[in-house]
């Protein structure tokens, strides 16, 4: 399993700490008399810090695990071993009733904004339903309806709409309840999991740019789950780029993507469309081969040597860890050398 060194956020007072942690899910095989033949390792070791009012943004393509480590935040999962720690509190060692409890601290924002509404509730019960679970987090002085009416308007929504169904609304405007619902509660920390992916881009823009100012106005930290690093560059303060259940590296945004150092995080920069179409056709591309092994059979030592452009003997047969290759940027790779410029410009915002 592989952790990280403290990080910048954990000496300045951390609102989220997760460390070593794992899931695995059992592999099935039988219809009447089940019985388990393998193990599914979607997390393998993850650890990263949050720092109050920050954005980390967990990277990487389809299957690398950065849903799975987003549904273990807010509780969604349980996790086979590892530890999540808000505000000071392992929710490991919450009971049922003290888990709901602390479970206000932290809400998610779904990634389809078509299935996570329930289209047999109107708006009005949707972003009030958390205050049918916490009624004491209504704001005093506040009816439900008032509350919700707030909250709808702060999103972008007409209150007139409170009446009105999820099939009644486009899908960037679905994406804006789900996100007042997630801030129904007063949160401290949302997991966005990928909020603005089923979204068109000139929606995307709108909805990135509402989660910027909410996270100012609010005082949020986000932890924010995206394949896309366009897209991250924009709102993250640190970044984690995933591969195959870990994390392959780790860095603030701005030293990440101006020097990356992991060859997959090179391969993903290198991905970025630039504006400058010039620059576009003559800049180098870094094409991965092969496909992206299955999680219930990863390639021994480095998860990534059977794709990486760099790989050597030792890839094959020692896991790399964490280790620091400029300050708190860490990176988990047995030849880690740094690029320039692979997604333009060298700057995060």
């Known amino acids: 399993m592989a952790s990280t060194e403290p990080s910048r956020a954990e000496s300045s007072g951390s609102i989220l700490r997760v460390r070593d942690l794992v899931k695995n899910y059992p592999i099935m095989r039988g219809v ?3 019985k388990q033949v393998g193990t599914v390792s979607a997390v393998d070791g993850v650890s990263f810090d949050l720092a109050p009012g920050q954005t980390l ?14 549904r273990l ?7 086979t071993s590892g530890s999540v720690v808000v505000d000071g509190v392992d929710l490991a060692t919450l009971s049922p009733k003290q888990l709901l409890e602390k479970r206000r601290d932290i809400q998610i924002i779904l990634q389809d904004p078509y299935t996570s509404l329930d289209p047999r509730m109107t708006v009005s ?24 009416a707030e909250l709808m308007d702060r999103v972008g929504l007409n209150p007139e709409f409170l009446s009105r169904y999820p099939h009644q609304f486009s899908g960037g405007q679905r994406q804006r309840i789900g996100i007042a619902r997630a801030l129904a509660l007063r949160p401290k920390i949302i997991v966005a999991d990928e909020p603005v992916s089923a979204l068109d881009v000139s929606i995307q823009a709108q909805v990135m740019n509402l989660l910027m100012d909410l996270r100012d106005d609010f005082g949020l930290s986000y932890v924010f789950i995206s394949h896309d690093v366009s897209v991250v560059r924009q709102i993250a303060d640190e970044i984690a780029v995933m591969y195959l259940g870990r994390v392959a590296e780790l860095g603030s945004a701005d030293q990440l993507i101006a020097r990356p150092n992991h060859p997959y995080t090179q391969a ?10 010039i620059v576009q056709r003559t800049r180098e591309r870094i094409t991965l081969g092969g496909d ?17 452009f760099k790989a050597q003997a030792i890839c094959a047969a020692e896991q790399p860890v964490l280790r620091p290759v400029d300050g708190a940027h860490v990176a988990a790779c047995h030849f880690p050398e740094p690029m320039y410029d692979l997604a333009g410009g060298g700057s995060a915002r």
């Open 57 to 70: 943004a967990l990277v990487g393509e389809s299957g690398c695990g950065k849903s799975t480590v987003g």
């Open 73 to 79: 935040l807010v509780g969604l999962e349980r996790p």
């Open 32 to 34: 009447v008399f089940k």
């Open 125 to 148: 019960s949707i972003i009030g339903e958390p205050f049918e679970i916490h009624p004491k987090s209504l704001p005093q002085g506040r009816t439900k309806r008032q509350a919700v």
């Open 268 to 277: 993903l920069l290198s991905a970025v469309p630039l504006p400058d179409p």
């Open 292 to 308: 992206l092994p299955s999680p219930a059979d990863p390639p021994a030592g480095c998860r990534f040597h059977t794709r990486c």
